[in-house]
């Protein structure tokens, strides 16, 4: 333990010069370049979560209402990488704090032309006042609660704009068991990875969030992800109003 606090305390040491950019303002334009960034990483993360997000997103069609028309959220929708796997004629709103997404999400709009998009809302989780209350059949997250900076506020607003039995999905990475080396690398590099990854955070226990806010049913899976270690542990599942 006391290993891990004094290699934490040498990572926070060497992002003070970010720390400085983020109180002057500076860090901002990062956030014109992390889409870029993000949409890079979307393409090789989808490519090794592909099963992951097939098997998720196949329950979909359990919540489509009796008119046939599937109305779709995507809180923090970032590129669009899910669209590929949401239903034909299913009515798309999406939302995302940063607006410089929307460039790459109209690409991904273009190709994923089996789905109606409703509109894009510039808007953080937290704060969905655009999207009236029970106006959704499903509410989706991916790799979005590591990075909000209220996660109880989020699954509060995404049961707000869901109808009474609609389903919040989400696919997230969370903190590793603590006895292993997964947890220390975590923790030892979250300073760090906090800045490259646009306010990230590796050592969230998103699970316990999602278990108490309040669903009346929880189907939820802890997996080991085919990717980079320090994001390798994963939730997957949905909650249902």
């Not at 998720?56 to 809180?75: H, M, Q, V, W």
């Not at 704060?127 to 509060?156: E, I, N, Q």
């Not at 903190?175 to 969230?204: K, M, N």
Request: proline residues 5%.
């Amino acid at each position: 333990m006391l290993l891990m606090h004094l290699c934490t305390l040498v990572f926070q040491i060497l992002t003070l010069p970010l720390q400085l950019a983020e109180l002057v303002g500076l860090y901002s334009l990062y956030k014109r370049v992390f889409p870029f960034l993000f949409y890079s990483f979307t393409v090789n993360y989808n490519s090794k979560m592909n099963e992951h997000k097939r098997e998720l997103f196949r329950a979909l069609d359990k919540f489509r209402p009796s008119n046939g028309t599937l109305r779709i959220l995507e809180i923090g929708c970032g590129s669009g990488a899910n669209f590929e796997h949401y239903p034909t004629g299913c009515k798309v709103i999406c939302t995302d704090p940063n607006p410089h997404f929307e460039n790459y999400l109209q690409k991904s709009m273009e190709k994923n032309d089996h789905l109606v998009y409703d509109k894009f809302v510039v808007a953080t989780g937290e704060d969905l006042h655009a999207v009236p209350d029970d106006s959704v059949d499903v509410a989706v997250v991916t790799l979005v609660l590591c990075s909000v900076r209220d996660t109880g506020r989020v699954l509060k607003e995404a049961k707000r704009v869901l109808r009474p039995g609609g389903a919040f999905f989400f696919m997230e990475h969370v903190t590793a068991d603590p006895s292993s080396w997964i947890f220390f690398g975590q923790h030892v590099l979250q300073p760090l990875w906090y800045y490259f990854g646009d306010g990230c955070e590796v050592t969230r226990p998103t699970w316990e969030h999602i278990e108490n806010a309040g669903f009346s049913q929880v189907n939820l899976r802890h997996i080991q992800a085919p990717i980079t270690f320090i994001i390798k542990p994963h939730i997957v599942g949905y909650a249902v109003k």
